[in-house]
Structures are given as C-alpha cells and as structure tokens.
C-alpha cells in the first residue's frame, strides 16, 4: 500500500522560505507515470492545489503561487519537496502531499498533512 | 483560470435523507471532476472520480454525474459517517483547482 509523509518545521519566520519533504513507501516516485503533488489547506478553509512534479521531473504550479513556488524529486531517497519562498501569516496552513492517478486528472493518494504556522 | 463553485455551502440534513451537492466550472472540463470527503483533522478522501467513477472501497451509496460544467455529488441514505465535509475538484491543462467545500451537517 502507498503511503505518503510529509516532514519539515511547524514554525516559520515570515519572509523565511519554508521546506517540506515528502517521503513516499510502498511505491517509487520514479516508476510508472505518475504525477506527485503538493495541496495546502488553510485552518477552517478550503483546498488549494500549490504544485505538482511528473516521475521524469516537469513541474506544474498554481499561477498564484508560481513565483515563489519550487518543486523538486530525489529518487535516491523516494523523496520530493515543496520550497516556498517569501512566506506571510496567509501561507499559514495544513500542508499535505499526494500522488495523482496514473491520468492525473485527481489525486489518488494522500499523506496526513502537516500544519506550518508562519509567525514570528 | 477555471473556477469551481459548490453549493449549498452547508447543508443540515438527517440521517437516511439524500442528499445532493453541486459543482459547477466556469468553463468546461468534460468529465475530468472529483469528488472528495475531508472529515476534521484528516486528509481528503478520493470519493469519485472522472464525474461518476465510484473510487475502490467506496460504499455505492455516493454517486456522481455531469460533464462540462455541472456536476452533482449525491448520497442516497445519508449514515452517520457521512457528516463531512465534501469537495469538488477538476482538472483542466496541467491545472487543478477545488471547490470551496460543502459541509453536510446534522439536523
């Protein structure tokens, strides 16, 4: 069974660039044609998909955060990750990753989430 | 950029009613919309997929139907496990994009 992990600080400065990692098990990033995605979910809000990263390296991010959005994949340890930059209170939220069908049309698999609170 | 749009935003219903919930596009996007249930403190669940594909292990009483623009997430029978929250999502040319939500409550 796939299973997906998110890692990385609870809190961060403003202005900061925040860093999150996404550990995958039970499946390898690089394998089959799949889409690796990033999603984020204010506290008492809706989702908002940030950005997403094929098995072969494309990135694809929301033209709202585009700018201050990085995707990036290390195979060697199953692993992809989220930087984003500049961050303010409102990039405050649950950050979750997860993987998309094999038409990546959705998302089929998702990690727990993780809560950044940008704050000073 | 497509927007989605859900309504109601909260519905209060009773366990056994059924229950609709809608999504509309601003442009469309054939069948390419999901559905999903978030219950508080977890991640998402994959309900339905590509408009009215029941996702794997799924109990049959979700259904989905629509294309273009207009979708609509029904629960016949709604049980107890059933009061979430629920989302829509599409996608359309490398570009994903979520409803706003609607959270089904109890009467």
């Known amino acids: 069974q796939l299973q997906l992990q998110e890692s990385g600080p609870g809190l961060v400065k403003p202005s900061e660039t925040l860093s999150l990692t996404c550990t995958v098990s039970g499946g390898s990033i690089s394998s089959g044609f799949y889409y690796w995605g990033w999603i984020r979910q204010p506290p008492g809000k809706g989702l908002e998909w940030i950005g997403s990263i094929y098995y072969s390296g494309s990135t694809y991010s929301n033209p709202s955060l585009k700018s201050r959005v990085t995707i990036s994949a290390d195979t060697s340890k199953n692993q992809f990750s989220l930087n984003l930059s500049s961050l303010t209170a409102a990039d405050t939220a649950v950050y979750y990753c997860?993987?998309?069908?094999?038409?990546?049309?959705?998302?089929?698999?998702w990690g727990q989430g993780t809560l950044v609170t940008v704050s000073s | 950029d497509i927007q989605m749009t859900q309504s109601p935003s909260t519905l209060s219903a009773s366990v056994g009613d059924r229950v609709t919930i809608t999504c509309r596009a601003s442009q469309s996007i054939s069948s390419w919309l999901a559905w999903y249930q978030q219950k508080p403190g977890k991640a998402p669940k994959l309900l339905i997929y590509k408009a009215s594909s029941l996702e794997s292990g799924v109990p049959s009483r979700f259904s989905g139907s629509g294309s273009g623009t207009e979708f609509t997430l029904t629960i016949n029978s709604l049980q107890p496990d059933d009061f979430a929250t629920y989302y829509c999502?599409?996608?359309?040319?490398?570009?994903?994009?979520f409803g706003q939500g609607t959270k089904v409550e109890i009467k």
């Open positions: 997860a993987r998309h069908d094999e038409g990546a049309t959705h998302f089929h698999y």
């Open positions: 999502q599409q996608y359309n040319s490398y570009l994903w994009t």
